[in-house]
């Protein structure tokens, strides 16, 4: 391969391994965040959300063309999309992937162009662009790509040398543009990630020797990862037929009918693999029943390529081979010891399809949403923690997302979540700054669905604040007033958060060490210190003013409920006029969350 050109095979490599120096370097960006909070999340955002597209590149094979590379990376980057670092990432693989589709070749001037569009892309996905951050750094590496391009510079070695060295210079000055940087002494943690992506596929451009396999573990949150000489048992498969086969289209699959079909796998397996372009579908399953990924799949197109392992029949093969030297009757207890492979339920599990279950006595939770009359409006919101997420439901919220800030939910989640709720309209509460971006994405993505279900977002940013918007919900009012009501009802609540310190770092002029508790309000610290109680004390009184009424308390699941008691009484001798509510969240990382209002 030339210098002057990257063709489909190339273009696959560098984006893999891009991802995969995302991947290896996510710890190192994470903490990068400015708050030190134990949830610094920006470089696992980012690696979820191009391990997604990274993850349908590789299932294309290496007979792929440009454009069914670039529909892979941009289809995949936008479903996988976390947190607001991983949603302009995905904005920006979907600019660049709009021009490069168009070329069977790429040069020095396709480079740019797609560059360019990249960084509109993104822009135009935010709605207030602060500088200083990945969407500076992008904009830095397109100016520097299109100076090189007028300049007539042909040779691409040369020309990702100097876009790369150029977005390196335009990240150290993010600390200048964004005085937060400055005082916690870090730069900008998404442009850290950009960079770190754009030099692994420089590395895969130069045919650096990286291992390019991607991994269930590298694309699914909290995924258990074996250490090495750990032998998996059979009770490690959970789904014993490996199956896979393409499915030839009758016509093209819309948005909404991949992520059905997609969410569909994953109600009965794991390990799923789906890629379509616009004439064919491959797909890779783990499950206990092959045959209903093959008749759903049949709704769609005909089968071809078909193939189905027994993974547990594999197991017990290689059981027995790397035992020559044990005797059988060991061998067989273990298989003969393997769990149940017929499962339970209880309240509130989901069911895959397939499963049998007697609906008479099945617990209410258990009746599908389909089965329920269909509504005018339905709520689906975002929580960490069982108390936060039985308040909701007490509140009439449809479907509550287990995330936050300890895992931002993908855009994909959101729409698989919206897409369980029968209702003509669907209210989506982010509850987190970093959420909004992925669910506005879901709005925007669900246009283009044929179930005629629309989606709303009322931006909270906080759990308090999703719980005053609900609470601001008024049936038979018209849908477009209570959003006006909701949004409106944000600005009435204050919240306060309660968690430590994992590095020393200055904010806003304090000093933090390692291991500090820290009460985090809407604008900042507003306490630090060495007890717990204390400091959800002294942050709640700087919350405080004399319009509050209503203090409401929400304990983690590291709070015993005696200490969250003698807190409520601390607080309400001090507040006498306000009456003050207690009630378990059960979230984890932060030890209290405080509204308000």
């Known amino acids: 391969m030339s210098n002057n050109a990257i063709d489909a095979k190339l273009i696959a490599k560098m984006f893999l391994s891009g991802a995969k120096n995302l991947d290896a370097k996510k710890e190192w960006i994470n903490e990068l965040n400015v708050f030190p909070v134990p949830d610094g999340d920006t470089g696992t955002n980012m690696t979820m959300t191009i391990m997604s597209a990274a993850k349908e590149v590789q299932g294309l094979g290496d007979s792929a063309n440009m454009e069914a590379i670039c529909k892979a990376i941009s289809s995949g980057s936008l479903r996988g999309a976390r947190g607001n670092s991983g949603v302009i990432l995905s904005q920006l693989l979907r600019g660049f992937t709009k021009v490069v589709k168009e070329h069977d070749e790429i040069n020095v001037n396709v480079l740019s162009q797609a560059f360019d569009k990249a960084v509109e892309t993104a822009y135009k996905a935010v709605m207030k662009p602060k500088e200083g951050?990945?969407?500076?750094?992008?904009?830095?590496?397109?100016?520097?790509?299109?100076?090189?391009?007028?300049?007539?510079?042909?040779?691409?070695?040369?020309?990702?040398?100097?876009?790369?060295?150029?977005?390196?210079?335009?990240?150290?000055?993010?600390?200048?543009?964004?005085?937060?940087?400055?005082?916690?002494?870090?730069?900008?943690?998404?442009?850290q990630g950009l960079v770190q992506v754009l030099k692994g596929a420089f590395d895969g451009f130069l045919g650096k020797e990286i291992d390019l396999s991607i991994h269930e573990d590298d694309v699914t949150p909290g995924a258990r990862i074996k250490s090495k000489g750990q032998a998996q048992t059979e009770e490690d498969i959970k789904f014993g037929y490996c199956t896979e086969f393409i499915v030839l289209l009758n016509k093209p699959l819309n948005v909404k009918q991949e992520i059905d079909f997609k969410g569909f796998l994953e109600s009965i397996g794991d390990s799923i693999v789906m890629v379509a372009d616009d004439e064919i579908c491959k797909v890779h399953v783990h499950s206990n029943d092959p045959g209903l990924a093959i008749q759903r799949a049949l709704m769609y197109g005909q089968l071809s390529n078909m193939k189905i392992d027994n993974m547990w029949m594999e197991h017990r093969e290689k059981l027995f081979h790397e035992n020559a030297d044990g005797s059988w009757s060991e061998i067989q207890t273990e298989i003969n010891g393997a769990a149940e492979l017929t499962p339970t339920y209880s309240a509130g599990d989901e069911i895959p399809l397939g499963d049998k279950v007697d609906m008479d006595s099945a617990p209410e939770d258990t009746v599908p949403?389909?089965?329920?009359?269909?509504?005018?409006?339905?709520?689906?919101?975002?929580?960490?923690?069982?108390?936060?997420?039985?308040?909701?439901?007490?509140?009439?919220?449809?479907?509550?997302?287990?995330?936050?800030?300890?895992?931002?939910?993908?855009?994909?989640?959101?729409?698989?979540?919206?897409?369980?709720?029968?209702?003509?309209?669907?209210?989506?509460?982010?509850?987190?700054?970093?959420?909004?971006?992925?669910?506005?994405?879901?709005?925007?993505?669900?246009?283009?669905?044929?179930?005629?279900?629309?989606?709303?977002?009322?931006?909270?940013?906080?759990?308090?604040?999703?719980?005053?918007?609900?609470?601001?919900?008024?049936?038979?009012?018209?849908?477009?007033?209570?959003?006006?009501?909701?949004?409106?009802?944000?600005?009435?609540?204050?919240?306060?958060?309660?968690?430590?310190?994992?590095?020393?770092?200055?904010?806003?002029?304090?000093?933090?060490?390692?291991?500090?508790?820290?009460?985090?309000?809407?604008?900042?610290?507003?306490?630090?210190?060495?007890?717990?109680?204390?400091?959800?004390?002294?942050?709640?009184?700087?919350?405080?003013?004399?319009?509050?009424?209503?203090?409401?308390?929400?304990?983690?699941?590291?709070?015993?409920?005696?200490?969250?008691?003698?807190?409520?009484?601390?607080?309400?001798?001090?507040?006498?006029?306000?009456?003050?509510?207690?009630?378990?969240?059960?979230?984890?990382?932060?030890?209290?969350?405080?509204?308000?209002?």
């Open 133 to 191: 951050t990945i969407l500076t750094v992008a904009k830095g590496a397109s100016e520097k790509a299109h100076e090189l391009a007028m300049e007539g510079c042909d040779d691409i070695k040369q020309f990702c040398e100097e876009v790369i060295k150029y977005a390196e210079e335009v990240l150290a000055k993010t600390p200048d543009m964004l005085p937060v940087l400055k005082q916690a002494g870090v730069v900008d943690s998404g442009g």
């Open 369 to 597: 949403e389909e089965a329920l009359p269909r509504k005018d409006v339905g709520f689906v919101t975002v929580c960490a923690g069982g108390g936060l997420a039985e308040i909701f439901r007490g509140l009439g919220v449809d479907y509550v997302i287990e995330g936050g800030q300890t895992m931002n939910p993908s855009t994909a989640d959101i729409l698989d979540a919206v897409a369980k709720v029968n209702a003509d309209t669907v209210i989506v509460l982010p509850n987190n700054k970093n959420i909004i971006l992925a669910a506005n994405q879901a709005a925007i993505m669900s246009e283009d669905s044929d179930d005629n279900k629309k989606i709303i977002v009322v931006p909270s940013k906080t759990v308090p604040q999703g719980i005053t918007a609900i609470i601001n919900y008024v049936p038979d009012v018209a849908v477009e007033d209570n959003v006006a009501a909701m949004t409106e009802s944000l600005s009435t609540v204050k919240t306060g958060e309660v968690t430590y310190a994992v590095r020393d770092t200055m904010i806003d002029d304090v000093a933090i060490k390692q291991g500090d508790y820290m009460g985090i309000g809407d604008s900042g610290i507003l306490g630090v210190g060495s007890d717990i109680a204390d400091v959800t004390f002294d942050m709640i009184g700087k919350m405080m003013n004399e319009d509050l009424e209503l203090i409401s308390i929400y304990y983690g699941d590291e709070v015993e409920e005696s200490s969250a008691e003698a807190l409520r009484e601390k607080v309400s001798k001090e507040y006498p006029s306000c009456d003050v509510d207690l009630q378990y969240g059960g979230q984890p990382i932060y030890y209290y969350i405080v509204s308000a209002e």
